[in-house]
């Protein structure tokens, strides 16, 4: 079977969420299918990154422009759009053409389109069964951020976002034949924000390669907390803002040894409304975050936002780290709180499951062994992939 694959990031190397499920469903039907990939540029390419995925697909065509990229009068002007903001000021009339010429050439049976990004390049195609990816329930997210304004402006311009945002997805997902979900929640709430039938959507979970070589020699450092995730994310951040404000300046008061590391770039972000103190590191990109986090106590994840299921929670769960979470950012796992992790939701509960946790070394190896032991039952990418491909394979069959 032949298949196009139309990625808003360059899904590889493994450095975000969105790349790390892009690249592991992009390699589930390339191990079993032909594959033509049209992705954007998100970064400079190395000829290794390239290589690598070369060596999935026969066909690689990269477009040079970052996916969301823009120009300021766009976005002044995509305001002035019924549709989203966001959505006017990165369309790509190049990859447009570029999606068209390759589905042309290609003839895919199949073309899948990860995110909202790349979604709209899909249906310009004709005589293929379309799937698009939802990820993140964008929709959701940006009713989530409107009660967390400052002020009556913002609140009312986050309003005006959400509701361009839903009336978007919901014009553009059901022309789709298939949407994935990351959960069984966001399932549910694909067909109650945008009218999609229960037929028309599968649920495909994220997962991490819980083989992808042994961390269990790294010493875990004594009041070492870490957060792995970019700032660059509006999720992240509003994490981390909450959390450095609200809670982690109790915890230090009362854990001195306490120290927190936030991973991932932070480039051309306002850490002005960030208390970073003595006690909090950014690492800035790294290449591989995995030493970082199995060598941390803990892992918090205080996410107010966001749909999906947090591949940085099931990162660290399956390096050993313990999570400390929100039940929005263990929303979608089956995860237990006081078995394979903990959850806390206001400030309070927070820093007593914080300060629990660095005092108290059984506590930390049993939520660890319980951990690994779920991510290994339950989340490992190669079953995933491979229930991924032949899903795709019915569709297509019957199609």
């Known amino acids: 079977m032949k298949i196009l694959f139309l990625s808003t990031w360059f899904p590889y190397p493994l450095n975000q969420g969105s790349k790390i499920r892009g690249y592991h469903l992009l390699k589930a039907l390339a191990d079993q299918h032909d594959v033509a990939l049209a992705s954007f540029e998100d970064a400079e390419l190395r000829p290794e990154w390239l290589d690598h995925i070369r060596s999935l697909c026969p066909v690689v065509e990269t477009l040079p422009r970052k996916p969301f990229q823009t120009s300021r009068l766009k976005s002044v002007l995509g305001w002035l759009s019924p549709k989203p903001n966001t959505v006017t000021a990165i369309r790509s009339p190049e990859m447009s053409a570029?999606?068209?010429?390759?589905?042309?050439?290609?003839?895919?049976?199949?073309?899948?389109?990860?995110?909202?990004?790349?979604?709209?390049?899909?249906?310009?195609?004709?005589?293929?069964?379309?799937?698009?990816?939802?990820?993140?329930?964008?929709?959701?997210?940006?009713?989530?951020?409107?009660?967390?304004?400052?002020?009556?402006?913002?609140?009312?311009?986050?309003?005006?976002?959400?509701?361009?945002?839903?009336a978007y997805e919901k014009s553009l997902y059901p022309r789709f034949e298939r949407a994935l979900a990351v959960t069984e929640n966001d399932r549910r709430d694909a067909q109650q924000w945008f009218g999609l039938e229960p037929q028309q959507l599968l649920v495909v979970p994220n997962g991490v390669e819980t083989a992808a070589g042994?961390?269990?020699?790294?010493?875990?450092?004594?009041?070492?907390?870490?957060?792995?995730?970019?700032?660059?994310?509006?999720?992240?951040?509003?994490?981390?803002?909450?959390?450095?404000?609200?809670?982690?300046?109790?915890?230090?008061?009362?854990?001195?040894?306490?120290?927190?590391?936030?991973?991932?770039?932070?480039?051309?972000?306002?850490?002005?409304?960030?208390?970073?103190?003595?006690?909090?590191?950014?690492?800035?990109?790294?290449?591989?975050?995995?030493?970082?986090?199995?060598?941390?106590?803990?892992?918090?994840?205080?996410?107010?936002?966001?749909?999906?299921?947090?591949?940085?929670?099931?990162?660290?769960?399956?390096?050993?780290?313990?999570?400390?979470?929100?039940?929005?950012?263990?929303?979608?796992?089956?995860?237990?709180?006081?078995?394979?992790?903990?959850?806390?939701?206001?400030?309070?509960?927070?820093?007593?499951?914080?300060?629990?946790?660095?005092?108290?070394?059984?506590?930390?190896q049993r939520l660890s062994q319980n951990a690994r032991r779920l991510m290994q039952e339950k989340y490992d990418w190669a079953a995933i992939e491979k229930d991924f491909c032949a899903q795709i394979e019915a569709i297509v069959s019957r199609n």
């Open 214 to 364: 042994d961390f269990q020699s790294y010493a875990p450092e004594p009041g070492a907390l870490i957060f792995n995730g970019a700032l660059t994310y509006s999720a992240n951040y509003d994490a981390m803002e909450f959390f450095l404000g609200e809670i982690f300046p109790e915890v230090v008061r009362q854990a001195p040894e306490a120290t927190l590391r936030i991973t991932g770039s932070a480039a051309g972000v306002d850490l002005g409304r960030l208390a970073i103190n003595d006690h909090v590191e950014l690492t800035g990109y790294l290449d591989d975050v995995r030493p970082a986090v199995a060598q941390s106590w803990a892992c918090v994840v205080p996410l107010r936002i966001g749909g999906g299921t947090r591949l940085k929670i099931l990162e660290a769960m399956a390096l050993g780290t313990p999570v400390i979470c929100t039940s929005k950012g263990a929303e979608g796992l089956a995860a237990q709180n006081e078995v394979h992790l903990l959850i806390a939701d206001d400030p309070h509960a927070f820093i007593e499951q914080t300060l629990r946790l660095l005092r108290s070394p059984d506590l930390r």
């Open 98 to 166: 570029l999606a068209r010429r390759m589905a042309q050439s290609w003839r895919p049976e199949c073309i899948v389109a990860l995110t909202y990004v790349t979604a709209p390049y899909a249906l310009e195609a004709e005589g293929a069964v379309r799937v698009v990816d939802i990820d993140n329930v964008m929709t959701r997210m940006l009713y989530e951020l409107v009660p967390l304004a400052r002020s009556a402006p913002e609140r009312f311009r986050r309003w005006l976002a959400y509701r361009k945002f839903l």
